[in-house]
């Protein structure tokens, strides 16, 4: 059902006229917030002895918020760059009954990152229509995430770095000839990240992730657009 669903708002995008509301030679300023939040019974926290791997009970919020610049090619078709900044928090919280390990672990992560990206638009009427955004990115940022050590919470503090590809789908929606609102959810998105003890000679990590529509992490993603159309019109 979903890959139906994906399927054919592909096809609207592609098949349907494009709006006059969207005029070449303009310029629109945005801004985009993206919250999220996970609470989950039962999830797993890892230690170096496998023995010491236990339940625990995850909390996890992030909050994105990312202005950008465009400018409108043709009537369809954008480019533009974005900088952003996220904050993400999450706290694994042991269970009652387990008394042997540390009760509560927290990690703070904090990113700036800068975005180029391409648009396209393809409109159902004058004032609403889809949305195909391709971006890439590069970000930097700071960890601060508490260890488990043996029966000890150690606190450790990291560099981040990290690069992105990706595609989003979303809506958009014309308030007025200059402003406009869309949202999107999900995508497809490459993203690989290094992480760096803040220590001398220390060894970094490396992770990388693929990720399609709802299971990429997005979220949803919010944002208000103004226009500067040609001629101030």
């Known amino acids: 059902m979903k890959n139906f669903v994906y399927t054919s708002l592909f096809l609207l995008i592609f098949s349907t006229a494009a709006t006059a509301q969207l005029q070449q030679g303009s310029l629109f300023l945005s801004g985009r917030i993206s919250v999220q939040a996970v609470n989950q019974d039962g999830g797993l926290i890892l230690s170096t002895t496998p023995f010491l791997n236990t339940t625990q009970n995850v909390t996890a919020t992030s909050v994105e918020v990312a202005p950008s610049l465009g400018f409108l090619f043709a009537g369809n078709l954008a480019g533009g760059l974005e900088l952003g900044y996220s904050f993400s928090s999450t706290t694994l919280e042991q269970p009652p009954t387990s008394s042997f390990f540390p009760r509560t672990q927290e990690s703070r992560l904090w990113i700036f990152s800068v975005r180029p990206f391409m648009r396209y638009y393809r409109g159902l009427g004058e004032k609403a229509g889809f949305q195909l955004d391709i971006y890439g990115g590069i970000g930097f940022g700071k960890s601060i995430a508490d260890r488990l050590a043996i029966t000890t919470v150690e606190e450790v503090t ?44 220390a060894v970094s990590r490396r992770s990388s992730r693929f990720s399609t529509f709802l299971d990429s992490g997005l979220g949803l993603r919010l944002g208000v657009n103004f226009f500067f159309h040609p001629g101030g019109r």
């Open 158 to 201: 990291e560099d981040i770095s990290s690069f992105e590809l990706g595609l989003s789908p979303g809506l958009y929606y014309f308030l007025s000839p200059r402003f406009m609102i869309d949202a999107s959810i999900g995508g497809i998105g490459y993203e690989s990240n290094k992480a760096t003890p803040d220590v001398p000679g």
